[in-house]
């Protein structure tokens, strides 16, 4: 388990992780995005609509046991990850509709999340001392806006502030993983290799399929190569961090001990698959804006 | 007068002026181009003169003040660190950023003469001008370090600076732009070692300080002493012959074709204009309608290192309030291709200024629709530093044309026999006034071929209508004979560019047995186009819009076409592609 000032200090990172969230925003791209808001409700519909369920069917075709069902079907409820952004950025994608995802599927989840974890907990079966209050959640939620928006104002008042705040905040999604990997790796060593293959599985396997499965539904209504790519990435990469702060605040001990390990190992691999998926999405994207750039203004 | 060629000396264009540009050239303001710096820098010393803008939006920027300082002791460096006298030869080869104009007015100010260097140049490019224009300093960007090994030892450069492409920008942002460049984008190189001194920017203005505050005002001296008669810049053109050449421009050339293009757009600007340099400052075009120009109108110049992909422009376009932006055909419809510029065009725009290559009708059309703006387009070429003609913001502007002559310009269109060409005839565009350079550099025999009885050959074929707008039919060296016919290529391009299957095109001639010379088009499909594009379906589609000698006999299929970095198509290329091509048969 994570020790008290840990928690604290995973509470702080998030802060500073959703400030550089709001610092990669303008109002602009809100009114954007909004011109075509195909992109972000495909968006909202993978990350709420296929990603739970995913969650939900990985836990009871795997057959998990509670907390780690629990654990499983939580990562599978959260928002986008700002990381998704930074793989945005360098696998070239939309990172307009990126960052437009992460914060609309942030702001919606102060509803979607608690409901739908109390939903397909109950699906799976996952009652008593293992289900997570849904209050507990909307209030880390909540209080996770207002970083959001103090970083938005920042953006706007100097660019170079705002470009330093979003690049760092972007920066310390992977460091919390770090983090991660040095305060609780090692002291669960043996968990973790006792941990049975179909938990890694599991917990790889959330972020691959929901990267696959993000692309196709994209291209199935519509979306060109490059939103496809992006809400792919957005899909797949949830908020690790996030999930692991709302366990440590919901669960102690032992119980808490087994409920973080699918979050946890869901954190770790996400970096690697994802950064391996951007350095394939970064050369197709690469080749394709160059010859748009070359495109002619189409004749009428 | 020579009362043959009336038709143009009477200057019929000289009505479209309207009472908003004036008839004849003002004089001068100034002696030089260290004066014009020195002015603008003591007038508008507490606005911003530059400010550079890297993709994710992060900024540097310099007063005018700064700008003052910067280049005095740059200046000072140049003359008392690395002992150049006036006149010598200052290599240049830096991308858009603040450190262009720091070392570009430095070197005016210095005395000596700036020698512009694409900075994507070859060793073997770089060395040719170097040794060509006899550079005793180079000035490079830390980027391109790497080629210094093969280029310095065997040229006569004896001090090489380098800058970085965040410049001068604020500690922090400068820290991560330039760790973002080594760790993630992998672009800057170790430096090789060199038998000559190699400082950084910041050093080199560090000692070019100190080395002046012995003398207080030495500077001053350097370009006081300036006439306007010297060469100001040697700025290198390919040209269509191959070999690259340098044109001397003096600083009479730069100080004429900056009054001139104020005087074309001069009522529309204000006080506090705000330009966008998309295009590279080491081009001429940029080089005096962005950097000079608006400088001596104190204007802010929003500079970006690379416009490709055109998405690195969001930033810049987005955080200023952009009222002129230049460019290119390619430029221009690149950015149209982008959902944020077309969803928040620039609102402070007033106009956009179109030159290197022909601006597209249809692009001109759908900029006019989403920007409410003007595109002008203009004309010009290095040997004329570099603006002939530009069609006039207010009044008349015609699509397709390059406009009138600017204040002070005699053009006329003469026929290959020297006979004057009828108005609505073509004819080769020639030009006099004070902006045509003073020579090639060493190149007696080049500038003779170019520079005849005072007037200057451009080698452009252009025809004139009654109102005495200009409109470009090719390059004369571009013509293809068939069969005693002259096809002019742009004419065969204009009609593939029509076909929606074809991205781009470009014509040349080829050998051929029957006509003496047959037409074939280079051929890049669109990728937008589904389904196979074949030769026939090419010629077919020509047919419907060309006579039988126009029509292209081969059709060659292309990923690409080569282009000039500004984006002009490279039909030299292609032309001594054809040539190998037709040597082995």
């Known amino acids: ?300 | 007068m020579d009362t043959r060629f009336s038709a143009y000396d009477n200057k019929p264009w000289l009505a479209a002026y309207g009472s908003s540009i004036s008839q004849t050239l003002p004089p001068a303001r100034h002696p030089n181009l260290g004066h014009l710096v020195h002015s603008a820098c003591q007038r508008f010393a507490e606005q911003t003169a530059f400010t550079c803008v890297v993709p994710n939006g992060m900024n540097g920027s310099l007063s005018y003040r700064q700008l003052a300082d910067a280049s005095d002791a740059f200046a000072a460096y140049l003359r008392i660190d690395c002992k150049l006298e006036a006149g010598d030869r200052v290599a240049v080869q830096l991308p858009n950023g603040l450190a262009y104009p720091v070392v570009a007015f430095g070197v005016f100010k210095a005395g000596c003469v700036l020698v512009n260097t694409n900075p994507l140049y070859t060793a073997s490019e770089m060395l040719h001008q170097f040794n060509d224009s006899g550079a005793k300093v180079l000035v490079i960007v830390d980027m391109f370090a790497d080629k210094l090994a093969a280029v310095v030892p065997q040229s006569k450069i004896t001090h090489v600076v380098l800058a970085a492409v965040s410049e001068m920008f604020p500690a922090l942002p400068n820290l991560i732009v330039r760790g973002v460049q080594k760790v993630w984008s992998k672009v800057l190189p170790p430096i090789p070692a060199l038998a000559v001194p190699v400082l950084r920017l910041s050093a080199a203005l560090a000692a070019g300080t100190a080395s002046a505050k012995a003398t207080p005002g030495v500077v001053q001296t350097y370009w006081r002493g300036v006439a306007a008669s010297d060469v100001a810049a040697l700025q290198y053109t390919g040209g269509t012959t191959g070999v690259s050449k340098a044109a001397m421009l003096t600083h009479a050339n730069f100080l004429a074709n900056i009054e001139q293009v104020l005087a074309m757009g001069r009522s529309h600007m204000g006080s506090n204009e705000c330009v966008l340099t998309a295009l590279p400052l080491y081009h001429i075009f940029a080089f005096v309608a962005n950097l000079l120009c608006f400088v001596e109108i104190g204007a802010r110049n929003i500079l970006v290192p690379s416009p490709r992909p055109v998405q690195n422009l969001q930033r810049a376009i987005e955080n200023y309030p952009i009222t002129w932006i230049t460019g290119v055909n390619t430029l221009f419809n690149g950015l149209m291709n982008e959902e944020w510029f077309t969803a928040f065009p620039p609102k402070h725009l007033k106009a956009a200024i179109a030159g290197g290559t022909a601006l597209h009708s249809a692009v001109a059309a759908r900029w006019q629709s989403i920007t409410g703006t003007r595109v002008a387009e203009g004309f010009g070429l290095t040997e004329c530093s570099p603006v002939v003609t530009f069609n006039p913001l207010s009044g008349v502007a015609k699509p397709d044309s390059i406009g009138i002559p600017v204040p002070g310009t005699g053009v006329r269109l003469v026929q290959d026999d020297g006979q004057p060409a009828a108005v609505g005839e073509p004819g080769e565009l020639i030009v006099q006034g004070p902006q045509t350079m003073a020579g090639y550099w060493n190149r007696a025999d080049e500038t003779a071929i170019v520079q005849k009885d005072g007037w200057l050959y451009t080698g452009d074929v252009a025809v004139m209508d009654a109102q005495g707008y200009f409109r470009i039919v090719d390059r004369k060296k571009d013509l293809v004979l068939v069969s005693g016919f002259n096809v002019y290529p742009n004419e065969v391009e204009d009609a593939l560019a029509k076909m929606g299957a074809i991205l781009e095109a470009a014509v040349v001639g080829i050998p051929d047995p029957r006509s003496g010379e047959g037409v074939r088009a280079y051929v890049v499909k669109n990728p937008d186009f589904e389904g196979e594009l074949t030769a026939a379906a090419v010629i077919a589609h020509c047919k419907s819009l060309l006579t039988d000698y126009k029509i292209p006999k081969s059709v060659v299929f292309r990923a690409e076409l080569p282009k000039t970095p500004v984006g002009k198509i490279l039909r030299k290329d292609l032309k001594a592609e054809v040539k190998t091509e037709f040597a082995a048969r």
Request: proline share 5%; glycine share 8%.
């Open chain 1, 1 to 300: 388990m994570l020790t008290p000032l840990e928690t604290t200090l995973l509470g702080i990172m998030m802060m500073v992780i959703m400030l550089g969230m709001g610092a990669s925003l303008t109002f602009r791209d809100f009114l954007i995005a909004f011109k075509k808001p195909r992109g972000v409700l495909v968006g909202l519909l993978c990350q709420f609509g296929i990603m739970p369920f995913l969650g939900y069917l990985l836990a009871v075709v795997l057959g998990l046991p509670p907390a780690l069902a629990v654990g499983l079907i939580l990562m599978g409820c959260m928002p986008g990850g700002t990381t998704s952004n930074i793989f945005t950025y360098f696998s070239k994608g939309v990172l307009a509709l990126s960052i437009m995802m992460t914060s609309v599927s942030t702001l919606c989840a102060v509803v979607f999340v608690p409901a739908l974890i109390a939903f397909y907990s109950k699906l799976a079966g996952v009652t008593g001392e293992f289900a997570i209050p849904a209050a507990n959640v909307a209030q880390v939620l909540v209080v996770l806006l207002v970083p959001t928006v103090i970083g938005m104002v920042l953006r706007k008042a100097n660019p170079n502030v705002g470009a330093t705040v979003e690049l760092i905040g972007s920066m310390l999604g992977i460091f919390v993983i770090l983090f991660l990997i040095v305060s609780w790796v090692p002291r669960n060593y043996q968990l973790l290799l006792s941990t049975p293959w179909y938990v890694f599985f599991a917990a790889i396997g959330l972020g691959l399929f929901g990267m696959l499965l993000g692309y196709f539904l994209s291209r199935a209504v519509r979306q060109d190569l490059n939103r496809s790519r992006t809400i792919s990435l957005e899909t797949g990469i949830q908020n690790g961090p996030l999930a692991v702060l709302i366990v440590t605040l919901t669960f102690t001990g032992e119980m808490q001990q087994q409920v973080l390990l699918v979050p946890v190992l869901y954190s770790l691999f996400i970096v690697l698959s994802s950064s391996a998926v951007t350095v394939w999405y970064r050369s197709m994207a690469t080749r394709e804006a160059l010859a748009r750039d070359a495109a002619k203004v189409a004749t009428a």
